[in-house]
């Protein structure tokens, strides 16, 4: 079962817009002056009116606690948190938050640090690349996005970043192009990739570093990746007290744990978090989440959205 997160109410203390319907939120502690402290890579569920739960990255500096700094993009066509906080939140309202979590990790090199960030997919990436420039490791970061003037944080990430580590590559300015093919070929000596974008700049990227070896990818989805159009099966879970709970095609894992009596805690159902992330003991899972590793796949599920082949035994 996981534990509760922390849910702390926040004051709105600043907006501003950035290129391409990008909406930049300030979020401070109405008493304490410092807030929880947070890594590169982290996320926030900040909590609407309307009980949906949504997730955003932290973007702004680790080293200032001071604020947290959301950035959200209006997606007409998404599931309505972002147009409700593009359209209505102001100055001084006050939003439930959560804790910061952390499923996008920078993790200790020895090697060169790869960015890649695709449009809004910046803002875990810019809090990466503000702690390599400090620690003066080597990296680069690779910004690709339609064009300058649709490009959200440039402004920031040129700032704080400096022309020495970043590349920018906007598909309006054909002397930017870069085949992310042929930037990812060749793996240099111990490096790390991180990258966050879209769902076609996901699956090029996934498809492209293939050849890197494990351990050496990491990468934090907004969505979850398209899936096909098999439609879903039953199958049964086994938790470790020998509960027999069936799961049929048309209920998710996590509704049928819950209905067992399973107080599994989770938070976006769609993929993306990791809040519902549990360990399996046998079975074949069929992983349709965006947050596993391959490694972790061996051994982690996902219930809100993944399901399994027969019988799959839970560490629950």
């Known amino acids: 079962m996981g534990s509760p997160r922390i849910i702390m109410k926040l004051i709105v203390a600043g907006i501003h817009d ?3 319907d990008v909406r930049v939120i300030e979020l401070k502690h109405q008493r304490k002056p410092l807030l929880p402290t947070f890594e590169p890579g982290s996320h926030v569920d900040v909590h609407l009116p309307d009980g949906k739960v949504r997730q955003y990255s932290l973007c702004g500096d680790p080293e200032d606690l001071s604020r947290y700094t959301i950035a959200v993009k209006r997606e007409s066509s998404g599931r309505g948190g972002s147009a409700w906080i ?3 939140v102001t100055p001084g309202a006050e939003l439930p938050v959560s804790a910061p979590r952390n499923h996008f990790p920078l993790k200790e090199s020895g090697g060169p640090v790869l960015l890649l960030a695709g449009g809004i ?7 990466m690349a503000r702690v390599l420039c400090r620690q003066g490791k080597p990296f680069e970061l690779h910004y690709f996005a339609r064009s300058r003037s649709l490009a959200p944080l440039l402004r920031t990430l040129e700032e704080s970043i400096g022309a020495k580590s970043l590349r920018l590559h906007f598909d309006d300015q054909v002397d930017t192009l870069q085949d992310i093919e042929g930037l990812l070929s060749t793996r240099p000596s111990g490096a790390q990739l991180y990258y966050c974008g879209p769902l076609g700049f996901m ?3 996934a498809r492209v570093s293939e050849h890197w070896p494990d351990g050496t990818v990491h990468f934090e989805a907004f969505q979850p990746p398209v899936q096909d159009d098999t439609a879903p099966e039953p199958f049964t879970i086994v938790l470790r007290n020998g ?3 069936p799961v049929p095609a048309d ?3 996590l509704s049928a744990i819950r209905a067992a009596g399973v107080l599994l805690m989770a938070s976006c159902e769609n993929g993306v978090c ?3 992330e549990c360990g399996y003991l046998e079975g ?5 989440d965006a947050v596993l590793s391959n490694d972790a796949r061996s051994h982690r599920f996902i219930p809100c959205v993944s399901r399994a082949t027969g019988v799959l035994k839970l560490d629950l």
């Open 86 to 88: 593009y359209d209505q």
């Open 284 to 288: 074949q899972p069929i992983h349709r």
């Open 251 to 253: 209920r998710s894992a």
């Open 243 to 245: 509960t027999v709970v």
């Open 274 to 276: 990791g809040t519902c």
């Open 203 to 205: 699956a090029a990227v």
């Open 18 to 20: 950035e290129p391409g």
């Open 121 to 127: 997919g910046i803002t875990p990436i810019l809090a």
